[in-house]
């Protein structure tokens, strides 16, 4: 066998790249809670009138987002967001 041969195991195995355990000093920030916006609480605006919208008072920030309408990706956990459809009906209530 070559001496070559017996080295490419070991070149490979230089390759992998092994991941490192967590610092034991970081702490992760806490996942927000699933409903932080109180979503679960409005299911009940769906297929309603967007109108019914304009009566509401919100404690928290709140996007209504129309169809065809750029929003951006940024995630936060007590916005509430209110997607209406085609036909002026609310779709869809998430935290987001």
């Given at each position: ?38 979503a679960s609480q409005l299911q009940g ?49 998430s935290c987001g």
């Amino acid at each position: 066998m070559r001496p070559l041969a017996l080295l490419m195991p070991f070149t490979l195995a230089a390759c992998v790249e092994v991941e490192s355990p967590p610092d034991p000093g970081i702490i992760a920030p806490p996942l927000p809670p699933e409903d932080s916006c109180g979503a679960s609480q409005l299911q009940g605006l769906r297929g309603q009138s967007e109108d019914v919208l304009q009566t509401m008072k919100f404690g928290g920030p709140v996007r209504i987002i129309q169809p065809g309408m750029a929003v951006t990706m940024d995630y936060n956990p007590a916005r509430l967001n209110i997607e209406i459809d085609e036909s002026g009906k609310i779709h869809r209530i998430s935290c987001g």
